[in-house]
């Protein structure tokens, strides 16, 4: 059975410094792997997605994720935290039967970002 | 663009009454998919559907049926609402396999 692990349920940096969120996966397969965010009262945004082909994967708003197979992990980073970023962050992992129909998500994590 | 849209936004319910949450998606997607998030425990997936006419049980799809009657729309309901019941709903599609899913705004439903 696949599952996906967020590591932290709450990080909070300030603003200008890196961010860094952290999720480990298990799978039997070579999985998908995406980073969902979601702000207040809104939906899911694909941030990114790793798809079996570069390691490291870049999305958009200057985040950026690296598949780690050796360690099973996908971490979320970013160099310079802004305002805006803050909002809750979803590690996503496609089932072992393959396709994007089911995906299996995270608990999150809640972002804060301070002046 | 108007993407994924949800009706209603908000609504309060009383235990044993039923209603129904309607999802409406432009992008002319084959598949959609209802979840629920709670807190601490991210989506879950609740019913599906690859395409029209057709529908699928997900993790959590006890006292929930779905309909898929046209391509666009897919329809969330519940016959008798329970307190566990409460939640905030999310409506998602994607174009077929392998493709990342579009999610609505949500439908925050409270059961007293």
């Known amino acids: 059975a696949q599952s996906v692990t967020q590591l932290d349920s709450h990080v909070s940096v300030s603003e200008g410094t890196p961010v860094l969120l952290r999720c480990n996966y298990s799978s039997s397969y070579s999985p998908s792997l995406f980073w969902y965010v979601q702000h207040p009262n809104k939906g899911l945004q694909l941030l990114l997605k790793?798809?079996?082909?570069?390691?490291l994967v870049k999305g958009i708003n200057g985040f950026e994720a690296e598949f780690k197979k050796s360690e099973t992990s996908f971490h979320l980073t970013k160099p310079s935290a802004h305002m805006s970023d803050a909002a809750e962050y979803f590690c996503?992992?496609?089932?072992?039967?393959?396709?994007?129909?089911?995906?299996?998500f995270g608990a999150g994590t809640r972002l804060a970002v301070h002046p | 663009n108007a993407g994924v849209t949800q009706t209603p936004k908000f609504r309060v319910l009383k235990t044993g009454q039923s209603m129904t949450l309607l999802c409406a998606q432009d992008m002319n997607h084959e598949y959609m998919y209802w979840y629920r998030q709670d807190p601490g425990m991210g989506l879950r997936l609740i019913h599906y559907s690859v395409g029209e006419g057709t529908t699928a049980k997900g993790e959590v799809p006890d006292g929930y049926n779905v309909s898929r009657l046209k391509k666009q729309n897919f329809l969330l309901g519940l016959e008798s609402a329970a307190p566990s019941q409460t939640s905030v709903y999310f409506c998602?599609?994607?174009?077929?396999?392998?493709?990342?899913?579009?999610f609505g705004d949500g439908t925050r439903l409270s059961i007293l």
């Open positions: 996503v992992v496609t089932p072992s039967s393959g396709g994007y129909n089911k995906l299996i």
């Open positions: 998602a599609s994607s174009p077929r396999d392998n493709q990342p899913q579009h």
């Open positions: 790793y798809t079996s082909a570069a390691t």
